[in-house]
């Protein structure tokens, strides 16, 4: 759901579904990084076995995962002043984070199937602009919580362009995977 209708919701709700907005978008943040982990090691292992020739990665060496955050935990933070910008921070930094350790994975997997009989058409990305937290939070406070809600609504559109640009790439490289296999049959 995007950030206007959690907005809308909230207000007609007296805040309520502020708490389910950052519940979900945490839930939905740990489900991501899993599934990509998973996806990861899948294709690591899948052009592992493919490329006879040339030197296999370890997946075990891959950049440390972002850990699942506590959904209900964090959402209740966010009743407080400083542990909201507490969750809202660690938001933007992990999935800065995610999107590096991302960039450097398809820029190996590009890089070992450049050679492949299987053409593999994406492209590393970052969504998530670079924008100060001091800036945002010295804004929140000339505010008086103003910049707080803009805050949350680039983190949520953040993650939302990220989930989209993820679903292409996933399907190109489920793609790729399913055509590896049959030319491997």
Not at 57 to 67: G, N, P, R, Y
């Amino acid at each position: 759901m995007w950030f206007s209708m959690w907005t809308v919701l909230a207000v007609s709700s007296f805040g309520v579904a502020w708490f389910l907005m950052v519940y979900y978008l945490i839930k939905r943040r740990n489900a991501h990084f899993s599934r990509q982990q998973k996806l990861e090691e899948l294709i690591l292992d899948k052009i592992n076995s493919a490329n006879h020739k040339k030197p296999k990665i370890d997946s075990s060496k891959q950049k440390k995962q972002l850990l699942p955050r506590n959904s209900l935990g964090l959402t209740l933070l966010t009743i407080l002043i400083v542990p909201a910008f507490y969750v809202f921070y660690f938001l933007k930094n992990d999935l800065q984070k995610h999107e590096e350790q991302e960039h450097d994975f398809l820029s190996k997997v590009i890089t070992l199937t450049k050679d492949s009989e299987v053409p593999l058409n994406i492209q590393p990305f970052i969504t998530s602009p670079r924008i100060s937290t001091k800036k945002y939070v010295v804004l929140s406070v000339a505010t008086c919580g103003l910049a707080a809600v803009y805050w949350l609504y680039r983190i949520f559109n953040d993650y939302n362009s990220h989930f989209k640009m993820q679903w292409l790439i996933e399907d190109e490289l489920l793609s790729f995977l399913t055509a590896t296999e049959k030319k491997e049959s």
